[in-house]
């Protein structure tokens, strides 16, 4: 053996006292180490995470000052510029696309774009303009874009002998595309791996922590591999649409480390920023924002612990604001946690934010209890604010509704 002259004669005398066993056990470990310190293990069978039955509740931003107000989307051509972030900011609840900049508005996405960096510049500046605002990054629960950096991280684990990606019974490689074919041969997260789940919450905690980030739009959380006696995952549109099947066993282990990371993140989200999982186990979008009853349904159902009760109305909530039906209907069936939200994409060519309505603005203050039936079919409520009374009526017999809001001029009589 050679040891340099530097290193002195005691580690040499050392060795030289060593019996054999003692020498080879050394030496072992020294190999054993320098395997380790170049993270090549040999791969890990699948295993399934302690479940987290009851996870912590989400306390989100909700105000009833004005209309409870959330914005879904992102700038596919640049970032948001401070007139952006200055409307963004209006909004009681933000979530920040996956397509956000060019470089991830792409197909050919890599992680040098690092999305996840451009939403936490755009988060930041948010929470610098009002800090209240419940701010959520877009993160899949399944699919693993390859513009963030999340995605590079796995392909060094998996270059290093960790099983990172999803693959079928048969060995191959999980490649679909996304709904509506908008990306193709997206890799899906390995959720029976361990390292694979505690990298997904690293990733969304460091957000927290340095992002300006609140919570998450985990989507398709609730997609699993199913059914239980033959589990498959398909996704993609016409002739891009793919599946893959899987064994029973292992399909019940990924879906229990599916379910682990929405539960497990819910839980230490709701002890640190409040922020929820969109599409785990209390909060869920694409609601309707001006069928009454609809919304309505879907409120009970959260309020008496059948169903989420963070509620993105996103149905027709873009441009609610315009129609006085669609505000009535959802002011008539909202309940606290309730949004009225808009899903909506800027590119180039069409930079804009959707419209910020006039309506937004008015006063509307708390309201003096749940809408009230009489005559049959005709809803009202009343909300209570410095101003006045704002009242909100809808007529769920012929879907139409009003809403008169406080300091406004008194409404026209109906026409005869």
């Not at 509740?57 to 952006?84: C, E, Q, R, V």
Request: proline share 10%; with cysteine.
């Amino acid at each position: 053996f050679f040891f340099p002259t530097h290193a002195g004669t005691r580690p040499l005398l050392a060795l030289l006292k060593m019996s054999r066993r003692r020498l080879a056990v050394a030496l072992l470990a020294c190999v054993v180490g320098s395997v380790v310190a170049r993270n090549i293990v040999p791969p890990s069978p699948p295993v399934p995470p302690e479940p987290v039955p009851n996870p912590g509740k989400p306390t989100p931003y909700f105000s009833w000052d004005t209309i409870p107000l959330a914005y879904h989307g992102a700038n596919k051509s640049a970032m948001y510029d401070d007139a952006a972030v200055a409307q963004l900011a209006r909004y009681q609840m933000v979530t920040i696309e996956k397509w956000y900049t060019p470089c991830a508005a792409g197909s050919t996405g890599t992680p040098a774009c690092d999305v996840e960096a451009k939403m936490f510049t755009t988060f930041r500046a948010i929470k610098k303009a009002n800090p209240n605002v419940t701010t959520l990054m877009y993160l899949n629960s399944m699919f693993d874009f390859s513009f963030y950096n999340l995605h590079g991280e796995l392909l060094k684990h998996a270059a290093a002998g960790y099983p990172s990606f999803l693959r079928d019974k048969n060995g191959k490689l999980a490649t679909l595309c996304n709904d509506g074919n908008v990306y193709c041969n997206i890799t899906t997260f390995d959720h029976s791996q361990p390292f694979v789940r505690n990298l997904w919450w690293e990733t969304l905690k460091n957000a927290t922590l340095y992002g300006g980030v609140d919570g998450v739009f985990a989507d398709h959380g609730q997609n699993m591999l199913k059914p239980p006696d033959a589990p498959k995952l398909c996704n993609g549109k016409g002739a891009s649409r793919e599946c893959y099947e899987f064994d029973p066993e292992f399909a019940k282990i990924f879906n229990a480390g599916h379910q682990w990371i929405l539960n497990y993140t819910q839980d230490q989200l709701a002890k640190t920023t409040g922020g929820p999982v969109i599409d785990g186990p209390f909060a869920a979008w694409h609601r309707p924002a001006c069928d009454f009853q609809g919304l309505r349904d879907a409120v009970a159902a959260g309020q008496n612990g059948t169903g989420p009760f963070v509620l993105e109305a996103s149905a027709g909530g873009c441009t609610a604001g315009s129609d006085m039906s669609c505000l009535a209907a959802f002011l008539c069936a909202a309940e606290k946690y309730t949004y009225l939200s808009c899903f909506q994409s800027q590119r180039e060519g069409r930079p804009e934010l959707p419209t910020f309505y006039d309506a937004y603005s008015k006063p509307l203050g708390e309201p003096t209890g749940p809408a009230v039936e009489g005559p049959k079919g005709v809803w009202t409520r009343r909300f209570n604010n410095a101003k006045g009374t704002t009242v909100a009526q809808y007529d769920d017999n012929l879907k139409k509704g009003t809403v008169h809001f406080a300091g406004d001029p008194p409404p026209p009589p109906p026409p005869p």
